[in-house]
């Protein structure tokens, strides 16, 4: 059971959530957090979804039925909020009747007549409350959640250039192969010191390799021509 000045714990939240689905309403005491209110008993009876709002408990507070966070209550003790039993009146009473104030409700229960004194017996009740009414809790505006943050990953591995997007947990482009001219355009949005410095470190290896491959590609032509010719001298 959480303490009045700590809150309800995630395992208290539960059970409150499974009490309601029950049809109970759990009493709870506001804590210190919940402000002028604090030590005062409430009935928990509703729980909304704490992604909008902090403010999820909804507690019924005398006439009210107002949004707070797990930290402005915590569950009320056993026994809380019970009235001692009053004695039994040793003769019956006849109770005039009672002027009640703004400050006061006014409960009237019959009880069972008597043969002997024909006298009707009324047990008056008098709820006390308070002279100053609750401060009423102005529930707090949920913030709108924004869209979930896009990542678009340029990336150059093994000779290709690649482009993938995402948003949030969902891919919304897997790695497709860009020409090297359209990554460089790409890079050269980038202005952050060494990107530009890598990048021309990349292509310069990659013209490297292709005048390479060309050399040797020019090489072999050659030594087929030459070979085409000796066969054509032949014939």
Request: net charge negative; proline share 8%; hydrophobic share 45%.
């Amino acid at each position: 059971m959480g303490a009045a000045g700590q809150g309800l714990s995630d395992d208290e939240v539960r059970g409150i959530r499974e009490a309601l689905s029950a049809g109970r309403k759990p009493k709870v005491v506001f804590t210190a957090a919940a402000g002028q209110v604090a030590g005062q008993l409430g009935q928990v009876v509703e729980l909304t979804d704490p992604a909008v709002s902090d403010e999820f408990v909804v507690v019924r507070f005398g006439r009210d039925e107002l949004p707070f966070s797990p930290a402005d209550v915590a569950v009320a003790p056993r026994g809380a909020g019970r009235r001692p039993a009053e004695p039994a009146s040793a003769e019956p009473t006849v109770v005039e009747p009672t002027v009640v104030e703004p400050e006061f409700v006014l409960d009237r229960v019959p009880q069972p007549r008597r043969e002997e004194s024909k006298v009707e017996t009324v047990e008056t009740k008098v709820d006390a409350v308070e002279a100053k009414p609750p401060a009423r809790r102005v529930a707090k505006a949920a913030k709108p959640k924004g869209p979930a943050g896009l990542t678009v990953t340029l990336a150059y591995a093994e000779g290709e250039w690649t482009v993938a997007a995402q948003q949030g947990g969902k891919v919304l482009a897997k790695p497709y192969v860009l020409k090297p001219a359209e990554a460089l355009r790409m890079v050269a949005l980038v202005d952050v010191p060494g990107v530009h410095e890598a990048v021309e470190q990349i292509l310069a290896s990659e013209r490297s390799e292709a005048e390479r491959q060309a050399e040797r590609l020019r090489a072999e032509l050659a030594e087929i021509e030459a070979r085409l010719a000796e066969l054509r001298e032949a014939g």
